[in-house]
């Protein structure tokens, strides 16, 4: 790892990324099968870090003493000089110093010629939008750029009796009729699918960063179905269709398309949808798992019961400790992580440090945040920025002064309806330990001594 591979010297907080390397992977998952993870059963082991973060990362003095550096008198060429012209070339790009922030493919998941999961660098971001460059990718079947041109939505029934008259819209039709914009997550069911395995990934990018938040803008899907004079005392499911070759299809209850919140989206931040996450036309189902947030959405068919399509009745199941199989689990329950500090970050030195994190639900509002350093003994209530929104992502920031010894930091969230974020060992007394999707268990991040982070469980 070369310098240009850490985050500017400006932050308290150094992340190291990409420092897993082939023998860190095969050690991983060695320890993960011996089962070699004791009380804190830490399985990654650090390859390679050490040195790239040696003392550069500790020299720093006290982080916020504000001492100053006398340099502030001299001139930088950045004060004395004509800068650059405006940016007329081409689309904005980030700093150059900023180049390390990134999506990544996890290593805790088997590399293949043709990936098909990108992970969010949580470490990274700030207040609660995932930027459209960073958020995370899954395709079953690779992404297209479709021609909005050519795209088409249909929307049909099961039994032609459930609706007036079958549908065909371009996207120029669908972009005349009234609009919504809205603030939402969206989490794949897999994410911090690892966990269940007890392999520690490294980073919360790797364990949490098949989540994204974005600002949507799109037609409510009910809008649609009345133009298409939906029967709703019949049609009772919606089953949305992707036009890639995944053959991606979920059923989607008819109270959440009636309730106004499920979106015919084409806008993500600001701009038209990215084509990895859809473009020109994906559905927003808030709350529930990404799964169902069809992409490349080229049909609505209503029916009167579910479909169990493959996508629902082989993947996205969980597998309970009776041998049975829970499907439709599909609204993503509520869950937070600590961004930072997370595990791969080195604290530079003891003294204040502002802990930061997530915290959503599928169910609605984040209600309140506790954040405990001592692996769950005292817990203390974070501050929530903002007000927070229904099925959306909120920041929470708690004031800490680390000790220099080593710390257990986890994060708790409650939601509107009072539900709590379980314990791992909670979680996995009611769910086993065959699961794959739908972990939504508390993270623990060990604080060393030395000022790293790591990804721990607490058994
Ligand atoms: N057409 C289509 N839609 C899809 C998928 C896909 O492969 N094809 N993947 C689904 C899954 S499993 C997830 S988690 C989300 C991911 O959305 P993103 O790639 O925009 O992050 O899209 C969903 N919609
Ligand atoms: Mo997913």
Not at 180 to 198: D, L, P
Not at 238 to 260: K, N
Request: charged share 20%; glycine share 12%; proline share 6%.
């Amino acid at each position: 790892m070369n310098q240009d591979d850490r985050q500017p010297s400006g932050r308290l907080l150094k992340a190291p990324e990409n420092f897993l390397d082939a023998d860190g992977v095969r050690r991983v998952f060695a320890e993960a099968k011996d089962g070699r993870r004791g009380f804190l059963r830490q399985a990654f082991v650090a390859a390679g870090a050490a040195g790239a973060l040696g003392g550069a990362a500790r020299v720093a003095a006290a982080p916020v003493s504000g001492d100053g550096d006398p340099a502030i008198l001299e001139l930088p060429e950045h004060s004395k000089g004509l800068g650059q012209a405006v940016v007329t070339d081409g689309y904005g790009k980030p700093s150059k110093y900023e180049a390390n922030v990134q999506r990544r493919q996890s290593p805790g998941l088997t590399q293949t010629a043709q990936a098909s999961v990108s992970f969010a660098p949580l470490q990274s971001l700030f207040g609660i939008v995932t930027p459209s460059g960073l958020h995370f990718e899954r395709h079953h079947q690779g992404w297209w750029d479709i021609d909005p041109s050519k795209h088409r939505l249909m929307v049909n029934g099961s039994d032609p009796g459930l609706l007036k008259k079958p549908l065909v819209l371009g996207m120029d039709e669908l972009m005349r009729l009234p609009s919504v914009s809205r603030f939402h997550f969206i989490e794949c069911g897999a994410n911090t699918g690892m966990e269940w395995g007890n392999v520690a990934v490294p980073t919360v990018q790797y364990s949490h960063g098949m989540l994204s938040c974005s600002e949507f803008t799109g037609v409510p899907l009910r809008v649609v179905l009345d133009m298409a004079g939906v029967d709703y005392k019949k049609a009772r499911y919606v089953l949305a269709e992707g036009a890639d070759g995944s053959s991606m299809t979920r059923t989607i209850p008819m109270e959440m398309v009636e309730s106004g919140e499920v979106l015919l989206a084409y806008g993500q931040n600001g701009e038209m949808l990215r084509p990895e996450n859809g473009y020109p036309l994906r559905l927003v189902v808030p709350g529930v798992q990404g799964v169902s947030w069809v992409k490349y959405l080229r049909r609505i068919e209503v029916g009167d019961q579910p479909w169990a399509t493959k996508d629902e009745a082989i993947h996205y199941v969980d597998l309970m400790p009776g041998g049975l199989h829970r499907q439709y689990t599909s609204i993503q329950e509520c869950k937070s992580v600590v961004t930072t500090p997370s595990g791969g970050q080195v604290l530079l030195d003891k003294g204040f440090y502002n802990i930061s994190g997530l915290a959503w639900s599928g169910r609605g509002r984040i209600q309140r945040v506790d954040v405990s350093v001592d692996g769950g003994r005292n817990w203390r209530s974070a501050r929530l920025e903002g007000t927070p929104l229904p099925k959306c992502l909120t920041r929470f920031n708690l004031d800490w002064v680390w000790d220099g010894k080593p710390a257990l930091i986890q994060s708790r969230a409650m939601d509107e309806t009072g539900f709590v974020q379980p314990a791992m060992r909670q979680l996995r007394e009611v769910r086993g330990t065959r699961s794959i999707y739908h972990n939504n268990a508390i993270q623990t991040w060990l604080v060393q001594e030395d000022g790293e982070v790591k990804n721990v469980q607490l058994s």
